[in-house]
């Protein structure tokens, strides 16, 4: 785990049952920061705040609760998050300004924030270097399993760890993070600089993931850098190998949310080569990791290629349409947007049983790629969340 950083979570009662739904992240000296917020237009008041927060570009700790979401609770919700921020910046013997807050569960029902500042003490307390699990599961809403990555790196012959943990396993559509995510690094780093590596690392990789359509009110991604390892981003080479790691962890928490849809049983990457531009790849694919139409005849292992056609179609983008085709991993399904018969249906259907497949479009009218990955839609879907609030 990255050095300098200490994680806990436990129960404060916010949660119905008695699951661990408070957690903090706590850095042994102020760290940089940078932070990536929902694009909706209504955002609940952590995200507010540490919008606001943010600006200064330090951050020494991250008290993050489950179970409310904080938002729509006006006035009242924004005050509790700042109460909040404060009573643990005390506990913590830090500066307020430098406490951020995210909240993640149902909307529009005031915070329980007493229940949060009896368990302060106790989280405190519980601070360790190995917490992470802890405060992993203690951000978790209808998520099944926690979602934790770390890989090493070297800059300059100095080795550094970067170490990310979200949540999320519905409400998550590509429009800024989709979820809660938090990076943390012992690099040395500007805020500057690392925003604009959190903004690409994004844009590769947690904004070409999907389960369900749906943009969060409480979306946040912070990466916290505290330079306790001693390497530093000082060249060109140093920001490249940085951003791969960066980019290679986003993408492993990526996967991992796709793969814990909320009732998911499928991991489908929607692969989209051949256009004229990245930028009509990224729109076709997006399109059709959305169609709940394909997504819930893959559910159904239901080779339905026509629905990806017409879902190509509707993408808004200028196509040759007569030139498609269209796999399921190496079983070719169309072939110049013409079926390739009951036999490639057939083959498909046998990879549409596995877990993970990759759905590929070719468009053949340029050199201009992307992807996105998506899950199918089931039934249990419509179960977890006709039931989210009861």
């Given at each position: 785990?990255?050095?300098?950083?200490?994680?806990?979570?436990?129960?404060?009662?916010?949660?119905?049952k008695?699951?661990?739904?408070?957690?903090?992240?706590?850095?042994?000296?102020?760290?940089?920061?940078?932070?990536?917020?929902?694009?909706?237009?209504?955002?609940?008041?952590?995200?507010?705040?540490?919008?606001q927060?943010?600006?200064?570009?330090?951050?020494?700790?991250?008290?993050?609760?489950?179970?409310?979401?904080?938002?729509?609770?006006?006035?009242r919700?924004?005050?509790?998050?700042?109460?909040?921020a404060?009573?643990?910046?005390?506990?913590?013997?830090?500066?307020?300004?430098?406490?951020?807050?995210?909240?993640?569960?149902?909307?529009?029902?005031?915070?329980?924030?007493?229940?949060?500042?009896?368990?302060?003490?106790?989280?405190?307390?519980?601070?360790?270097?190995?917490?992470?699990?802890?405060?992993?599961?203690?951000?978790?809403?209808?998520?099944?399993?926690?979602?934790?990555?770390?890989?090493?790196?070297?800059?300059?012959?100095?080795?550094?760890?970067?170490?990310?943990?979200?949540?999320?396993?519905?409400?998550?559509?590509?429009?800024?993070?989709?979820?809660?995510?938090f990076?943390?690094?012992?690099?040395?780093?500007?805020?500057?600089?690392?925003?604009?590596?959190?903004?690409?690392?994004?844009?590769?990789?947690?904004?070409?993931?999907?389960?369900?359509?749906?943009?969060?009110?409480?979306?946040?991604?912070?990466?916290?850098?505290?330079?306790?390892?001693?390497?530093?981003?000082?060249?060109?080479?140093?920001?490249?190998?940085?951003?791969?790691?960066?980019?290679?962890?986003?993408?492993?928490?990526?996967?991992?949310?796709?793969?814990?849809?909320?009732?998911?049983?499928?991991?489908?990457?929607?692969?989209?080569?051949?256009?004229?531009?990245?930028?009509?790849a990224?729109?076709?694919?997006?399109?059709v990791?959305?169609?709940?139409?394909?997504?819930?005849?893959?559910?159904?292992?239901?080779?339905?290629?026509?629905?990806?056609?017409?879902a190509?179609?509707?993408?808004?983008?200028?196509?040759?349409?007569?030139?498609?085709?269209?796999?399921?991993?190496?079983?070719?399904?169309?072939?110049?947007?013409m079926?390739?018969?009951?036999?490639?249906?057939?083959?498909?259907?046998?990879?549409?049983?596995?877990?993970?497949f990759?759905?590929?479009?070719?468009?053949?009218?340029?050199?201009?790629?992307?992807?996105?990955?998506?899950?199918?839609?089931?039934?249990?879907?419509?179960?977890?969340?006709?039931?989210?609030?009861?």
């Amino acid at each position: 785990m990255c050095q300098g950083f200490k994680f806990a979570g436990v129960v404060s009662g916010l949660k119905k049952k008695e699951q661990k739904d408070l957690g903090l992240i706590y850095s042994e000296k102020p760290a940089k920061v940078a932070g990536v917020f929902t694009r909706n237009q209504i955002k609940a008041a952590p995200v507010l705040l540490d919008m606001q927060r943010i600006t200064s570009g330090t951050c020494q700790a991250v008290i993050v609760n489950s179970g409310n979401a904080n938002c729509c609770t006006g006035a009242r919700g924004m005050q509790d998050a700042i109460s909040v921020a404060r009573w643990t910046a005390e506990k913590l013997g830090v500066a307020e300004e430098e406490v951020l807050v995210a909240s993640t569960g149902v909307i529009g029902e005031p915070l329980a924030v007493e229940k949060i500042r009896t368990a302060l003490p106790d989280l405190v307390n519980a601070l360790d270097a190995d917490g992470l699990s802890a405060f992993a599961e203690a951000i978790m809403t209808t998520d099944t399993v926690p979602k934790v990555v770390a890989q090493r790196g070297q800059l300059g012959g100095a080795s550094f760890t970067l170490t990310g943990v979200a949540k999320g396993s519905g409400m998550i559509r590509p429009n800024m993070a989709t979820m809660l995510c938090f990076i943390m690094t012992d690099v040395a780093a500007e805020p500057e600089m690392l925003k604009e590596m959190l903004v690409t690392a994004t844009d590769r990789t947690l904004n070409r993931i999907t389960i369900d359509g749906d943009t969060s009110t409480n979306d946040t991604a912070l990466l916290i850098a505290n330079g306790v390892s001693g390497a530093v981003i000082k060249s060109n080479a140093d920001r490249k190998e940085f951003q791969g790691v960066l980019d290679t962890v986003l993408m492993s928490l990526g996967r991992q949310l796709v793969k814990d849809g909320e009732g998911a049983t499928k991991l489908i990457e929607v692969v989209v080569k051949g256009a004229r531009s990245d930028a009509d790849a990224g729109q076709i694919a997006d399109t059709v990791a959305h169609s709940n139409l394909l997504k819930t005849a893959i559910f159904g292992e239901d080779a339905n290629w026509g629905r990806i056609l017409g879902a190509i179609g509707r993408a808004g983008v200028p196509l040759q349409p007569h030139t498609i085709d269209v796999y399921f991993d190496d079983v070719q399904m169309v072939q110049n947007t013409m079926g390739c018969g009951k036999n490639a249906e057939a083959e498909a259907t046998r990879v549409l049983k596995k877990p993970e497949f990759t759905l590929t479009i070719d468009l053949k009218a340029g050199n201009g790629r992307s992807s996105v990955l998506t899950c199918d839609f089931s039934i249990d879907y419509v179960k977890i969340n006709a039931s989210y609030r009861s």
